[in-house]
């Protein structure tokens, strides 16, 4: 087992009214050792079914991520900063209990390519 398989067990909430700093959550890390996720990336929990031991903020993850989340989702749910749940969720997929879907690239111009609008109009009209 290495370093990556292990994730810290359960500590303090740091919810509302929270007693533990936001950074504390990470180990201090303010930035993920894997790759940076995109801040429209989505998550979604993974077929691994032991989370015995996971702090509760990887609980609270992977109770969102039974269907595809996005990190902002994810950092409003848990009332944390957007690049604390960026952190986090990294761990959880350098572990395998989450996939990490990117968003499609942009086109030559940097904007986003066409089909990508209309499936998020399309979304967005369906609510």
């Known amino acids: 087992m290495t370093t990556h398989d292990t994730m810290p067990a359960d500590?303090?909430?740091?919810g509302p009214g929270r007693v533990v700093p936001v950074y504390a959550i990470t180990g201090g890390r303010t930035r993920s050792s894997a790759a940076e996720l995109p801040?429209?990336?989505?998550v979604?929990?993974?077929d691994r079914v032991s989370w015995h031991g996971l702090q509760a903020e990887y609980r609270a993850i992977l109770e969102m991520a039974?269907?595809?989340v996005s990190l902002v989702e994810i950092g409003s749910a848990l009332q944390i900063p957007v690049g604390v749940a960026?952190?986090?969720v990294s761990d959880l997929a350098g572990t395998g209990y989450v996939a990490?879907?990117?968003p499609e690239p942009t086109g030559d111009d940097g904007r986003p390519h066409p089909a990508?609008?209309?499936r998020l109009l399309e979304g967005l009209r369906a609510r």
């Open 66 to 68: 039974d269907r595809p």
């Open 100 to 102: 990490v879907y990117e």
């Open 86 to 88: 960026r952190v986090l």
């Open 39 to 42: 801040m429209e990336s989505l």
């Open 44 to 46: 979604a929990a993974t």
């Open 11 to 14: 500590e303090p909430s740091a």
């Open 116 to 118: 990508l609008l209309e």
